[in-house]
């Protein structure tokens, strides 16, 4: 069974600070790597992908992955009180023609002023 | 305006009925899926097609039933075998090549009376 493992949190930041999200993975042939954000009652939206071993940076979101460690990060810079939400690591292995993604339970974020 | 659509945004279904959950994307993705979401869960995987007239079953297909006939429709049939159907419903569609973001509709509510 290929799983992907959060913290579930709460993780609670001060505005202005830095958060942190991880997630790790199970299955060791997975090739894509993505960070959705689920506002509540909402659906999820994709926040970053990243698909090579390092960092990548779009504007205050990097996301890290390192497949070695099967590890997978999100850091949010200059944290706001709108980035409260629950941040879903989702990764797939498309081997096989299967485009399916598995999900981890989330992480629920508390950004406060 | 591209996009996924799903309706009804809440849905109420009487003990021994069956519901249909619409989705329909304009976005010309070849792949579609629909997920169930539990409170303090992720999303699980019910089914999924990746092209018309064929769609394969998920992690927790029983009770549920799906059709494709269209590239652009993926209905859902919560069927009166699913015996705990309260959850929020997302569909989501993909390009279908490797590298590509899944992109979720609203979602549906579903309720039990």
């Known amino acids: 069974q290929k799983e992907v493992e959060q913290n579930s949190g709460p993780l609670s930041v001060p505005e202005g600070a830095i958060a942190s999200l991880n997630c790790t993975y199970s299955?060791?042939?997975?090739?894509?790597f993505f960070w959705y954000r689920q506002y509540s009652g909402k659906s999820p939206e994709l926040i970053m992908s990243?698909?090579?071993?390092g960092d990548k940076e779009d504007g205050r979101f990097t996301a890290q992955l390192n497949k070695a460690s099967q590890y997978v990060s999100l850091l949010i810079r200059d944290s706001q009180p709108s980035d409260s939400a629950t941040y879903l690591c989702?990764?797939?292995?498309?081997?096989?023609?299967?485009?399916?993604?598995?999900f981890g339970k989330g992480t629920k974020l508390t950004v406060n002023p | 305006d591209g996009g996924i659509t799903q309706s009804p945004k809440y849905l109420f279904r009487k003990e021994g009925q069956n519901v249909t959950l619409s989705c329909e994307q304009n976005?010309?993705?070849?792949?579609m899926y629909w997920y169930r979401q539990d409170p303090g869960q992720g999303l699980r995987l019910i089914y999924y097609?990746?092209?018309?007239?064929?769609?394969q079953k998920g992690d927790i297909a029983e009770g549920y039933s799906v059709s494709r006939e269209k590239k652009e429709s993926f209905p859902l049939t919560v069927t009166s075998a699913q015996k705990n159907p309260t959850a929020f419903y997302l569909c989501?569609?993909?390009?279908?090549?490797?590298?590509?973001?899944?992109?979720f509709g609203p979602g549906t509510r579903l309720l039990v009376l």
């Open positions: 299955d060791r042939g997975s090739q894509s």
């Open positions: 989501a569609s993909q390009a279908g090549t490797t590298q590509e973001t899944q992109y």
């Open positions: 990243i698909y090579s071993n």
């Open positions: 097609s990746q092209i018309v007239n064929d769609f």
């Open positions: 976005l010309n993705h070849d792949a």
């Open positions: 989702a990764v797939q292995n498309y081997q096989g023609g299967s485009e399916k993604l598995v």
